[in-house]
């Protein structure tokens, strides 16, 4: 349950803050990065 929550909170973010192509490659390394912490 946790992971799904996590997922849905990343792309949550992906949605809100991809503005410029740039902007959506950091949003993808977070959403990444928090993925990976769920996964420890």
């Known amino acids: 349950m946790r ?3 996590a ?3 990343v792309f949550a973010l992906l949605l809100a803050g991809c503005n ?3 902007g959506l490659g950091k949003d ?3 959403g990444g990065e928090a993925i990976q912490k769920v996964a420890k």
């Open 3 to 5: 992971k799904l929550t």
């Open 7 to 9: 997922l849905i909170a």
């Open 20 to 22: 410029t192509v740039q």
């Open 28 to 30: 993808l390394e977070k």
